[in-house]
């Protein structure tokens, strides 16, 4: 595959014009994605080519091109120099969501310290990466977590989430189960969030657990290591910081 798409952007390389025919472009995409809308399209990070995001169903999708549509690449730019995945990086800023618009009054609040680094992040308690993620989350302090019990991977076992939202101390409840593998004890009839936290999730294009998303609204698919979790956070709260 990666040969595949080197040879492509080699192809594309060696054919481009001065600049991109934006009309060509939407007519060939359009075409062959059976007419999903096109939001934009801009240079891409690897010179020569093209990024178009275009507007599924599922959310918004990107891929590359050339600028006269002469070939079509699907698959992640990768920056070997600084180790950085630039596709996945845009989709993130393009999946970012207004951070006070999400209805944190729904999730298990979890603080540490001072709680002064905020984090969101969308989980299923019976979900491997996200076990493992709890591992990672535990060693980060000065933290408020906000977690939207996302139950899609076992969805038979929606009740243990319902339970912990009817716990009296529902963020221990929460990491009983989620980091320690306890399940809660108190009954589940109370009334809860979790379907609604279900369709929140849809809404914005959650298909994976862990999704976190950032105080500044971007969002991060998949777990990181506390470290880099660390880091991404104190960028973050500096930055806000600044710009208030």
Same mark, same amino acid.
């Given at each position: 595959?990666?040969?595949?798409?080197?040879? =492509?952007? $080699?192809?594309?390389?060696?054919? =481009?014009?001065?600049?991109? &025919?934006?009309?060509?472009?939407?007519?060939?995409?359009?075409?062959?994605?059976?007419?999903?809308?096109?939001?934009?399209?801009?240079?891409?990070?690897? =010179?020569?080519?093209?990024?178009?995001?275009?507007? *599924?169903?599922?959310?918004?999708?990107?891929?590359?091109?050339?600028?006269?549509?002469?070939?079509?690449?699907?698959?992640?730019?990768? &920056?070997?120099?600084?180790?950085?995945?630039? *596709?996945?990086?845009?989709?993130?800023?393009?999946?970012?969501? /207004?951070?006070?618009?999400?209805?944190?009054?729904?999730?298990?609040?979890?603080?540490?310290?001072?709680?002064?680094?905020?984090?969101?992040?969308?989980? &299923?308690?019976?979900?491997?990466?996200?076990? /493992?993620?709890?591992?990672?989350?535990?060693?980060?302090? &000065?933290?408020?977590?906000?977690?939207?019990?996302?139950?899609?991977?076992?969805?038979?076992?929606?009740?243990?989430?319902?339970?912990?939202?009817?716990?009296?101390?529902?963020?221990?409840?929460?990491?009983?189960?989620?980091?320690?593998?306890?399940?809660?004890?108190?009954?589940?009839?109370?009334?809860?969030?979790?379907?609604?936290?279900?369709?929140?999730?849809?809404?914005?294009?959650?298909?994976? *657990?862990?999704?976190?998303?950032?105080?500044?609204?971007?969002?991060?698919?998949?777990? =990181?290591?506390? $470290?880099?979790?660390?880091?991404?956070?104190?960028?973050?709260?500096?930055?806000?910081?600044?710009?208030?």
């Amino acid at each position: 595959m990666l040969v595949r798409t080197l040879a =492509l952007v $080699a192809l594309c390389l060696a054919v =481009l014009p001065a600049h991109a &025919d934006e009309a060509q472009i939407r007519k060939v995409i359009e075409a062959k994605t059976g007419g999903a809308r096109i939001e934009s399209i801009k240079p891409a990070p690897l =010179l020569g080519l093209y990024e178009v995001v275009i507007r *599924t169903q599922d959310g918004p999708q990107i891929v590359y091109t050339d600028a006269q549509a002469t070939g079509i690449i699907l698959g992640s730019i990768y &920056d070997v120099k600084q180790d950085r995945n630039l *596709t996945d990086e845009r989709m993130n800023k393009l999946l970012a969501v /207004k951070f006070n618009s999400l209805p944190l009054q729904d999730a298990v609040k979890i603080r540490r310290g001072s709680g002064r680094r905020v984090l969101v992040m969308f989980s &299923d308690p019976y979900c491997p990466a996200c076990q /493992k993620f709890e591992q990672e989350l535990a060693q980060v302090g &000065d933290i408020t977590i906000y977690v939207f019990m996302y139950p899609v991977i076992h969805p038979e076992l929606a009740r243990q989430s319902k339970a912990i939202w009817c716990s009296p101390d529902r963020a221990k409840a929460w990491l009983d189960l989620a980091l320690r593998g306890k399940r809660p004890t108190a009954d589940a009839d109370c009334a809860n969030p979790i379907e609604k936290n279900l369709i929140l999730g849809h809404r914005l294009g959650v298909n994976s *657990t862990p999704t976190l998303f950032l105080a500044d609204g971007e969002r991060v698919r998949g777990g =990181l290591s506390s $470290a880099h979790l660390a880091a991404t956070l104190d960028a973050v709260y500096r930055e806000l910081k600044a710009g208030k």
